[in-house]
């Protein structure tokens, strides 16, 4: 064992393109090739402060950052290619932990939930549908809260993800009868001409559209990895899986020793330095910071990604001052999302690897790889974990 804990950060979504089989990949009739994230943002937003990441290379897999010839002596950087067939939250997620996902999970993002499906939602439950289309969670509510509390009915909508969401207000809904719903979705959305990766709960409260807020009581029903993980491997055999973020909620708890879930990409961060700090175990810190992906991605919004980037940068800098001389930290991501793309979905792109720790001594860029699995691969080599046949991925062998 050369290293004693792994700290595998995920900035949700922060691609950096040129997936070998972008053009397979569709939204709105156009497909992914010549998605960039974070290239497309730097070709906006020139000027960017992220002193951390380059320092740690990230100039070696974004080309068109200015000043780029930068040493980092203690890191490597890669590319990461996607083998499994989607670009969504869960499939990548799955990937980094070994698993190969032949199948995508549907989305429902441009026509809405099949009338069968929600007809199905409506006797079962016992309320009317309404919304039925992709939208922010929070304007959403605005446009329907008052609707929704009028009729006791439930607001249902998607996003780029596979995933069916329903919102019901905290006082006039409740949240039993809320939650009662939800696992009535994710019994009806196990079926295969359905198959829906998640359905998360959103109750919310205030009276008027100007005072809707979403509340922390959020409840996500996922399906489980299609098999045994690089987390149960680790968890059977004793080492202990400390999950920040919705990392539990992919996973369906699965594998799962401790999990902390998180507010803010800055929330996340700061519970990540906490535990790197105050926490003395062997095994793995797995962390994903969302808003890259659900307020900047989705939303298009450039400016605001750019924003993201650097705020998480200042946190970067906390955390590299905390780490011990056994930890080792990985940067990386799950999939695109260019915010100057077309639509509102993911991109398939290569996600960047950033490997740092203070015993790597002659830190390179050393190449691509074909899938996300060889960060789960690596875990279980450190450990002396045998990999099971079905798991994909190839050990990192630069970082012993």
Known sequence: MK?????????????????????????????????????????????????????????????????????????????????????????????????????????????????????RLEKETGHKIIGNYAASGTQIIKDLGEQQIKENSLIVYTSADSVLQICGHEKYTGLDELYRCCEIARKICMEPKYFVGRVIARPYIGETKDTFKRTSNRRDYAVSPSNKTVMDVLKDSGYFVSCVGKISDIFNDCGVSKTIHTKSNNNGMDITIEDVKNSDYNGLCYVNLVEFDSEYGHRRNVEGYKNC???????????????????????????GNDPTWTGSDHTREQVPLIIYSSKIKDGQFIGETDSFADIGASILKNFDLEKPKYMIGKPILKIF
């Open 3 to 119: 290293y004693k804990r792994f700290i595998v950060i995920v900035m949700d979504s922060l691609g950096i393109g040129n997936a070998r089989d972008a053009d397979k990949f569709y939204q709105n009739g156009v497909s992914d090739k010549g998605s960039n994230t974070f290239g497309h943002i730097v070709d906006r937003f020139p000027v960017i402060n992220i002193p951390n990441l380059r320092k740690l290379g990230i100039g070696d897999l974004v080309p068109n950052l200015s000043n780029n010839n930068i040493s980092h002596p203690n890191s490597y950087t890669l590319k990461l290619n996607e083998a499994s067939n989607g670009k969504d939250t869960m499939t990548g997620h799955w990937e980094m932990m070994g698993i190969y996902t032949s199948k995508p999970f549907q989305t429902f993002t441009e026509t809405g939930f099949p009338k069968d499906l929600i007809e």
């Open 309 to 335: 980037i650097e705020d998480f940068d200042k946190k970067l800098g906390e955390l590299l001052s905390v780490l011990k001389e056994d930890d080792i930290l990985l940067l990386t991501a799950d999939h």
